[in-house]
């Protein structure tokens, strides 16, 4: 199923199946996907769904425009695996269901089999963004496995288990480190107040009660 990834500053926000014939997106609350965010329109794009896989999208005489690949689109465009949407500050990976299903597989076999237990307990996780236009930004972490981070510069996953919250690098050939150190495949545990930096960010792990 074809999805959408939305991120600000290399962290992701939200993740979109696109399940619907058409899916809105706009700063107003009635669209299907809602970023409250002066630089986008109140129905700022549209995504059309054809077939099983077929995604154009089309921009709905937006203020600031809907770029594919640092290009404004003018028109009714096609969207390929691995396209990203801009819109002023937000990024929007495309993705196809075949590569979706083959990813994410990938992730949750990889993370299965490493790291120590930890102490995460009945905490509920987050990062905190420390740097960049998005600072202060808090995002949760409420999936069993999540990816973060730019494709094509470097993809962490932190995986919740039974014991704690663990991060592993994915993918890109820029190394993302946790409190200085390189992280590699193998899933290292988190800790409370940990730093990780990915492509260019700094984020902050925290575990709280709610």
Not at 27 to 38: A, E, K, M, Q, S
Not at 159 to 166: E, F, L, M
């Amino acid at each position: 199923m074809p999805q959408l990834i939305a991120s600000v500053e290399g962290v992701e926000i939200k993740h979109v199946h696109l399940r619907k014939d058409r899916t809105t997106l706009g700063r107003r609350p009635h669209n299907d996907i809602v970023f409250n965010n002066l630089v986008v329109s109140g129905e700022h794009c549209v995504f059309e769904l054809e077939g099983l896989a077929d995604v154009y999208v089309e921009d709905l005489h937006s203020t600031n425009g809907t770029y594919i690949n640092g290009k404004m689109i003018k028109s009714r465009q096609l969207l390929h695996d691995n396209d990203t949407i801009a819109i002023g500050n937000f990024r929007i990976q495309y993705l196809s269901a075949s590569e979706d299903s083959g990813y994410h597989e990938t992730a949750a076999m990889k993370l299965e089999g490493h790291g120590l237990p930890g102490a995460a307990g009945a905490l509920h996780a987050s990062f905190k963004v420390l740097s960049g236009s998005s600072a202060g930004l808090e995002v949760p972490v409420v999936k069993a496995v999540t990816t973060f981070g730019k494709p094509d510069v470097s993809v962490v996953a932190v995986s919740h288990r039974r014991y704690g919250y663990y991060v592993a690098h994915m993918a890109g050939e820029a190394l993302p480190t946790l409190n200085g150190q390189p992280i590699g495949a193998d899933a290292v545990p988190l800790a409370h107040n940990d730093v990780l930096e990915l492509a260019g960010t700094s984020m902050q792990f925290l575990l709280k009660d709610r």
